[in-house]
């Protein structure tokens, strides 16, 4: 079974840019989660999608957004870039939306804000 | 309430040694803790992973340690090999809010050879 895969790998914006990333979870997957990683704040939640419905947001500005589609793949923007926002965006996906379902990572989006 | 707290922040043990990991939580409603392993340029996988009805869980050269009370987990790597070099996550979650994760800070584990 192939892996959680996203794209692009690595992205390089300026400062007021907007950026889209995609997220395809493993097949049979519904639930699909985003987090960003970065040295000083570690991994942090952005939100959670399943069934094409946000079921769990992060503490992070309204800039951050997502969506997932019938296919279970989802997407996440960012607007308005900042140079904070330089970070790796992983996502994740699991078969349900529980808690204690594994969740299963993909390699990350390196974003980098000039 | 929602914090996660992981120590040390970093590692070093001689192949062969026992590399240990803690955790803190607060938040009493989180009823699953994971550990996870991240390699430089990959994500972070699912090593193992622990409810709070059992006390300690084993598999392989890895054991969680729980401690409910205290609200403390931890991470033993028995037999550390340098192929166990990498960052460790541990994590925090409630079966009934979703797939979301509350991640500690990291342990950036070296194994010497």
């Known amino acids: 079974k192939a892996g959680v895969t996203q794209t692009p790998r690595y992205l390089i914006k300026t400062r007021g840019q907007q950026v889209t990333l995609s997220c395809s979870p493993i097949?049979?997957?519904?639930?699909v989660s985003w987090y960003q990683q970065t040295p000083g704040q570690g991994l942090q939640f952005l939100f959670e999608?399943?069934?094409?419905?946000?079921?769990n947001k992060g503490n992070f500005p309204g800039r951050f957004s997502g969506r997932q589609f019938s296919n279970s793949r989802s997407e996440m923007n960012v607007s308005t870039l900042e140079l904070g926002d330089s970070a790796l965006y992983l996502c994740?996906?699991?078969?349900?939306?529980?808690?204690?379902?594994?969740?299963?990572f993909g390699p990350g989006t390196r974003l980098t804000v000039l | 309430q929602q914090q996660v707290k992981q120590s040390p922040q970093s590692l070093i043990v001689q192949k062969g040694g026992i590399s240990i990991i803690n955790c803190a939580y607060e938040n009493t409603a989180f009823d699953y803790f994971p550990w996870y392993q991240q390699f430089p340029g990959k994500g972070p996988a699912l090593l193992i992973a622990i409810r709070p009805d059992v006390s300690e869980k084993k598999e392989g050269r890895f054991t969680i340690s729980f401690n409910k009370s205290a609200k403390q987990f931890s991470l033993h790597i028995m037999d550390s090999q340098p192929g166990d070099s990498a960052t460790y996550f541990c994590?925090?979650?409630?079966?009934?809010?979703?797939?979301?994760?509350?991640f500690g800070e990291g342990t950036q584990l070296t194994v010497n050879p």
């Open positions: 994590a925090a979650s409630r079966e009934t809010s979703g797939s979301r994760l509350t």
């Open positions: 994740a996906s699991s078969f349900t939306d529980s808690g204690t379902d594994t969740q299963y």
């Open positions: 097949s049979g997957h519904r639930s």
């Open positions: 999608y399943f069934s094409e419905t946000q079921r």
